[in-house]
């Protein structure tokens, strides 16, 4: 694996730094989506106005450090769910995946699971991996891929029955993974690190996070590019073209994996993540790969902010050759303090058996956006965090979902196209799902003693806010 050229970083004058643009995230549209779930760590898709949610849980954040630590079945999301935003106000509906038939026992076991790896190519909608309990009481990362016809899926759950014939399924180790990522290249998947958990978390805890015969937790410390296709009698098949392996950087879960564009193309870009094994804290160098090439690491630049995964905006200015990946809340090393413009290192203090307990990981309810130029003869990488902020801790495990008529810089992507955005202030999109946390003691304020780490009262957030961008300076 080659490393980028260390970029120029400005880290130090980031108030200098502006953006061309403005982000507010602060309108809750909660009560335009009557019924609408509550959940997090999903998997997404849309179709024609037409949202689907699959898997996931209904329950905040698993307690690790001071209380229940299991991702127990009766806390998974066991439905269905069809948002249909055509009309106003929303209609949502529901089926339980139980509903599947028998023949789909192995799917209806994945689709309770969370922290599944999912794209949407299309109509399709693909899901891997995911953790959770199958229908025997079992704790495994699944060794499944799903793929789901999206318009017949849709069109069934709106008339009342989960249609089996939308489903087909396929059952390899190549796809068994959790907090991972998949993204789709050109004609081949690439599923993005993540780790294979195996067993309950209140056992892993009791032995110290270390593995034993009754639970394992083993990082992928991969990316492998897979050919994923139908066959002839209806299934599918995975084949395993390439794998890049790096056990030093690649050694992540719970990252940001986007797909990123540059004069080179289409590429995918993987940000963040955790947890560095001597530190137990997150990764901050940006990983790229692009189509037929090896990955390269950003070894110049250090995200500080933001490197859980969260909800993220991307748009692609052409006219400057510069890629804009906003990070929404999340959980974050570093906070920005406006006053002193600096970034500030979250404390580190105590352990999970002592009275005060920090890990140096906190709830943020801050905006970062990544600015990466890469043409050549003016790389460059600097990070901006925006002066307002998300009205709560919001943004782990949630999702951007982009408005369909807001132009694309990339067909078949998210990617928006800042030069064809209004001058405007411009509704671009919603923050769905994920996790709300409280991490402040009474009155909840900042200056407020923090919660030990691992004991932060959480729950699935009941926030849909809106996303407007407004171009500055064109």
Same mark, same amino acid.
């Not at 990955?295 to 400057?320: H, I, W």
């Not at 959980?331 to 406006?338: A, H, L, V």
């Given at each position: 694996?080659?490393?980028?050229?260390?970029?120029? +970083?400005?880290?130090?004058?980031?108030?200098?730094?502006?953006?061309?643009?403005?982000?507010?995230?602060?309108?809750?549209?909660?009560?335009?989506? !009557?019924?609408?779930?509550?959940?997090?760590?999903?998997?997404?898709?849309?179709?024609?106005?037409?949202?689907?949610?699959?898997?996931?849980?209904?329950?905040?954040?698993?307690?690790?450090?001071?209380?229940?630590? #299991?991702?127990?079945?009766?806390?998974?999301?066991?439905?269905?769910?069809?948002?249909?935003?055509?009309?106003?106000?929303?209609?949502?509906?529901?089926?339980?995946?139980?509903?599947?038939?028998?023949?789909?026992? !192995?799917?209806?076991?994945?689709?309770?699971?969370?922290?599944?790896?999912?794209?949407?190519?299309?109509?399709?909608?693909?899901?891997?991996?995911?953790?959770?309990?199958?229908?025997?009481?079992?704790?495994?990362?699944?060794?499944?891929?799903?793929?789901?016809?999206?318009?017949?899926?849709?069109?069934?759950?709106?008339?009342?029955?989960?249609?089996?014939?939308?489903?087909?399924?396929?059952?390899?180790?190549?796809?068994?993974?959790?907090?991972?990522?998949?993204?789709?290249?050109?004609?081949?998947?690439?599923?993005?690190?993540?780790?294979?958990?195996?067993?309950?978390?209140?056992?892993?805890?009791?032995?110290? #996070?270390?593995?034993?015969?009754?639970?394992?937790?083993?990082?992928?410390?991969?990316?492998?590019?897979?050919?994923?296709?139908?066959?002839?009698?209806?299934? +599918?098949?995975?084949?395993?073209?390439?794998?890049?392996?790096?056990?030093?950087?690649?050694?992540?879960?719970?990252?940001?994996?986007?797909?990123?564009?540059?004069?080179?193309?289409?590429?995918?870009?993987?940000?963040?993540?955790?947890?560095?094994?001597?530190?137990?804290?997150?990764?901050?160098?940006?990983?790229?790969?692009?189509?037929?090439?090896?990955?390269?690491?950003?070894?110049?630049?250090?995200?500080?902010?933001?490197?859980?995964?969260? !909800?993220?905006?991307?748009?692609?200015?052409?006219?400057? #050759?510069?890629?804009?990946?906003?990070?929404?809340?999340?959980?974050?090393?570093?906070?920005?303090?406006?006053?002193?413009?600096?970034?500030?290192?979250?404390?580190?203090?105590?352990?999970?058996?002592?009275?005060?307990?920090?890990?140096?990981?906190?709830?943020?309810?801050?905006?970062?956006?990544?600015?990466?130029?890469? !043409?050549?003869?003016?790389?460059?990488?600097?990070?901006?965090?925006?002066?307002?902020?998300?009205?709560?801790?919001?943004?782990?495990?949630?999702?951007?979902?982009?408005?369909? #008529?807001?132009?694309?810089?990339?067909?078949?992507?998210?990617?928006?196209?800042?030069?064809?955005?209004?001058?405007?202030?411009?509704?671009?999109?919603?923050?769905?799902?994920?996790?709300?946390?409280?991490?402040?003691?009474?009155?909840?304020?900042?200056?407020?003693?923090?919660?030990?780490?691992?004991?932060?009262?959480?729950?699935?957030?009941?926030?849909?806010?809106?996303?407007?961008?407004?171009?500055?300076?064109?």
């Amino acid at each position: 694996m080659t490393k980028l050229p260390t970029f120029a +970083l400005l880290l130090a004058t980031l108030p200098a730094t502006k953006l061309p643009f403005t982000i507010d995230a602060s309108e809750d549209a909660s009560s335009e989506f !009557a019924g609408a779930p509550r959940v997090q760590s999903f998997s997404f898709a849309q179709w024609k106005g037409r949202w689907v949610f699959i898997g996931g849980r209904m329950a905040g954040y698993h307690s690790v450090g001071g209380g229940p630590a #299991e991702f127990l079945r009766t806390d998974a999301n066991r439905d269905v769910w069809v948002v249909d935003t055509t009309v106003r106000p929303a209609r949502t509906y529901r089926l339980p995946v139980e509903a599947l038939p028998g023949s789909l026992a !192995a799917v209806k076991d994945q689709w309770t699971s969370t922290g599944q790896l999912y794209f949407q190519d299309g109509p399709k909608l693909y899901i891997c991996g995911g953790y959770g309990q199958d229908h025997r009481g079992q704790w495994l990362t699944f060794p499944l891929i799903s793929q789901i016809d999206l318009p017949r899926l849709i069109d069934g759950v709106m008339e009342g029955h989960l249609p089996a014939s939308s489903i087909v399924f396929a059952s390899t180790p190549l796809v068994q993974s959790a907090g991972g990522e998949l993204v789709k290249l050109g004609d081949c998947f690439y599923l993005v690190m993540g780790h294979v958990f195996t067993g309950s978390y209140t056992a892993f805890e009791g032995r110290a #996070e270390h593995n034993a015969e009754e639970v394992s937790q083993t990082y992928v410390n991969e990316i492998r590019k897979l050919k994923i296709v139908v066959t002839p009698g209806g299934g +599918l098949s995975v084949h395993l073209v390439h794998t890049y392996r790096d056990e030093t950087e690649f050694h992540r879960r719970d990252l940001n994996v986007t797909q990123f564009l540059s004069p080179k193309g289409l590429g995918l870009a993987a940000y963040g993540g955790v947890f560095t094994p001597e530190t137990q804290l997150s990764y901050s160098k940006p990983v790229y790969l692009f189509e037929n090439s090896e990955p390269v690491v950003d070894s110049g630049f250090e995200q500080k902010m933001n490197a859980y995964s969260c !909800a993220r905006l991307l748009m692609y200015d052409r006219s400057t #050759e510069t890629m804009y990946s906003t990070f929404f809340g999340g959980i974050s090393r570093f906070w920005w303090d406006p006053v002193s413009a600096a970034f500030v290192e979250n404390p580190r203090i105590g352990s999970k058996t002592e009275g005060a307990y920090l890990d140096g990981l906190q709830w943020s309810d801050q905006i970062s956006t990544i600015r990466t130029v890469m !043409a050549a003869g003016r790389e460059a990488t600097t990070e901006v965090v925006h002066p307002g902020f998300l009205p709560g801790f919001l943004g782990t495990d949630a999702v951007f979902i982009p408005a369909p #008529e807001v132009g694309r810089a990339h067909p078949s992507t998210n990617i928006l196209d800042f030069e064809r955005l209004p001058r405007t202030k411009t509704m671009v999109g919603y923050i769905y799902g994920g996790i709300r946390a409280y991490p402040y003691r009474f009155p909840y304020s900042k200056t407020s003693t923090p919660y030990n780490a691992g004991t932060v009262p959480t729950k699935p957030s009941d926030m849909i806010l809106k996303v407007y961008v407004q171009p500055q300076g064109r």
